[in-house]
């Protein structure tokens, strides 16, 4: 399940580089290009919060097969319209919306299964979660320089190839692959009741809806530091784009060592506390510190602190989600909580955007700052984080 979750995190960085660079070297126009980036993000949103229950119907292991397979036929088919004359922009713009409505839910439905496979595996969860966000983040890095070479060596269409053909791949290790867990009693009531019952179950569950919450404003804030701010430093401060490029990769790599380091200790490790601090460490020292105009050196050491602590915070995060969402409930309540997670995305870029224009990116930095102080208070304030450490099970 980790390899085929590997190659379907590589797929899709292929494509969130191939499909701009496609669009903006076949039309030339950046609106044209900025309208498929939204084709791309925006169906994760309603996939994500609509296909939870569908997932659950149709069972986590089915599922992920059938979202890789249809994925990797509507990946493959606009650069084999291309190459056919047959593909036009509004088609490419339909194609890519199909694309990641279809492949959320697979997504979705590998996530769920972790728990089920770490048991018959004999895997502390603590270990299968951070073994999960480790490879989902290491794909991704491997996925965005690859995208980067085969798109300079060979175009913009064969990443689109190869993003199907890893779909593929992932059906087939899934089906072949991995093992079926036991059959649970499917609900007898209809789809808009079963959805109703998740979300009613979030709103219900105060510490994940907290969880939720936060998790809500730091991406917010991540997308307009990682698409805006720090292009901004790397330009005015630096003076030379490849700080942009170093800093990123600092925050990646530090993550992916902080998920391996959680999963070897985690479990003997307090969650709340660990939670708590890891969430306060993995946004405020990284912009404070650009805020500051702290030498580069001493910038890149603190980002790539600030990454490692982030690797704690899915692992985490996970535990939570498996621990106290039944079974029955499990996909339409992950999703709910990651369509949550991406609808502010899409507002960081312009926030950060506008307030940097209107008060200057010291200004800026140091209001993000204080807004990843404010957002990290929970764990150490709220009397419904300490349910965190108590370890109650989820309803089967």
Not at 29 to 58: C, E, K, N, Q, R
Not at 243 to 270: I, M, Q
Not at 307 to 316: E, H, R, S
Request: hydrophobic share 55%; charged share 10%.
């Amino acid at each position: 399940m980790l390899a085929a979750n590997a190659l379907s995190t590589t797929g899709d960085m292929l494509s969130l580089l191939a499909v701009p660079w496609f669009v903006l070297d076949t039309t030339g126009s950046a609106a044209l290009t900025g309208l498929a980036a939204f084709a791309m993000t925006f169906p994760i949103v309603i996939s994500a919060a609509f296909g939870g229950t569908l997932v659950d119907w149709l069972g986590f292991r089915v599922t992920s097969v059938l979202s890789d397979l249809v994925s990797g036929l509507l990946v493959l088919a606009p650069p084999m319209l291309f190459l056919t004359g047959g593909l036009s922009y509004p088609l490419l713009l339909v194609l890519l919306f199909l694309r990641w409505m279809a492949s959320t839910p697979g997504e979705t439905a590998r996530k769920a299964m972790l728990p089920d496979l770490a048991a018959l595996a004999g895997m502390p969860i603590e270990r299968a979660s951070a073994a999960y966000d480790g490879v989902y983040r290491g794909s991704a890095m491997v996925g965005a320089p690859l995208a980067g070479v085969l798109i300079l060596w060979l175009g913009p269409s064969l990443p689109l190839f190869v993003d199907g053909v890893t779909f593929l791949l992932s059906a087939l290790l899934v089906a072949g692959g991995v093992p079926r867990v036991a059959r649970r009693e499917r609900e007898r009531r209809g789809y808009l009741d079963g959805l109703r019952a998740g979300l009613a179950f979030l709103w219900r569950d105060r510490l994940q809806l907290s969880a939720t919450a936060m998790i809500v404003v730091v991406n917010l804030l991540d997308t307009g530091v990682t698409q805006v701010l720090l292009a901004l430093y790397a330009r005015d401060v630096v003076g030379d784009p490849r700080a942009f490029g170093l800093l990123t990769g600092a925050v990646g790599a530090g993550a992916v060592a902080g998920s391996v380091v959680y999963g070897a200790v985690g479990s003997r490790l307090p969650m709340r506390l660990t939670y708590g601090l890891c969430f306060l460490l993995a946004g405020v020292p990284r912009v404070l510190v650009l805020a500051l105009n702290a030498p580069f050196s001493v910038a890149m050491a603190v980002t790539a602190l600030s990454g490692f602590a982030a690797g704690a915070i899915n692992p985490i995060l996970a535990i939570l989600q498996y621990g106290r969402i039944p079974v029955r409930l499990r996909a339409r309540v992950i999703g709910a909580m990651t369509a949550a997670a991406y609808a502010g995305m899409p507002m960081g870029g312009l926030l950060a955007g506008t307030l940097s224009t209107l008060t200057g990116l010291g200004t800026t930095l140091l209001a993000f700052t204080v807004v990843y102080v404010l957002i990290s208070v929970p764990p150490f304030v709220l009397r419904t984080w300490r349910e965190l450490d108590s370890g109650h099970p989820a309803d089967t």
